[in-house]
């Protein structure tokens, strides 16, 4: 057993990954302010109260697209297992072709994502990370990844309607009843929802108008994916939670082999 992380904006994903398989998934807020004692303390907590002994684990593997917190998270973890985890970055072999002008911008958690899908869908194929940005990224047909697109996420239309426009509430991202709101809040949630499954919708059709060919996979992940991929008007969109995790468990694999 390996003991992953996802370290988001806005969360920070951990799982206890078997043979690829997920046996346990804990959440955490990301929180800046936090010390490696009080990670190290909660991730303690989090796992022992699920029956899970973390000294159990043979190895850790990070992703992170906060610089600041993997500087707190690693030792934090490294306490936890008695294992120094790796941080997905240069140097680690991921098996990932990508043709980018500058690969080491591409974040951890999507190369994680597309070393998943590369091994799981198939090829070419789009991958739709729905966190506090919504990342789209393309695969080729040989499993490169050759680019992709950045959008404002689901988390930042909802909280930025509520700090930027001041008559307006902060809500819940429920389904809503209709698309036409009758009042102030089913009207937010409508516009984000709606608008966010319509903005995926349109963004896969312009990229594979640019691939020149249809998409023979299209995978969607991330803390919002669940909520707004029954909306897009796009049939075939694969709703996986555990991309990110089983591309970690795959990267660890291949760097202890290398070893």
Not at 26 to 53: I, M, P
Not at 128 to 157: F, I, N, Q, R
Not at 250 to 255: L, V
């Amino acid at each position: 057993m390996i003991l992953t992380l996802d370290i988001g904006n806005a969360s920070i994903s951990v799982c206890c990954v078997e043979n690829g398989a997920r046996m346990r998934r804990f959440q955490l807020s990301t929180d800046k302010s936090r010390t490696t004692d009080e990670y190290t303390a909660l991730l303690g907590l989090l796992a022992q109260g699920d029956g899970v002994q973390l000294s159990r684990c043979s190895g850790a593997i990070i992703a992170s697209v906060v610089p600041q917190l993997t500087a707190v998270l690693a030792p934090a973890v490294q306490r936890c297992t008695g294992h120094r985890p790796l941080i997905v970055g240069p140097g680690v072999k991921s098996g990932l072709n990508i043709r980018m002008d500058d690969p080491t911008e591409l974040g951890g958690d999507l190369v994680a994502a597309a070393v998943a899908a590369s091994e799981r869908y198939p090829l070419p194929c789009i991958l739709v990370d729905m966190g506090t940005a919504t990342a789209v990224g393309v695969l080729d047909e040989k499993g490169c990844y050759v680019g992709g697109l950045l959008c404002p996420g689901v988390s930042m239309s909802q909280s930025s309607l509520a700090r930027d426009a001041s008559q307006l509430p902060d809500v819940s991202l429920e389904k809503p009843k209709r698309i036409i709101g009758k009042n102030t809040r089913e009207s937010m949630r409508s516009g984000i929802i709606h608008g966010c499954a319509a903005m995926v919708d349109g963004v896969l059709d312009r990229v594979e108008a640019e691939m020149g060919r249809p998409a023979a996979s299209v995978v969607a992940t991330g803390e919002n994916a669940a909520v707004i991929v029954p909306n897009c008007r796009r049939s075939g969109i694969t709703l996986d939670e555990d991309l990110v995790m089983y591309g970690l468990w795959c990267i660890w694999r291949r760097n202890r082999d290398a070893t």
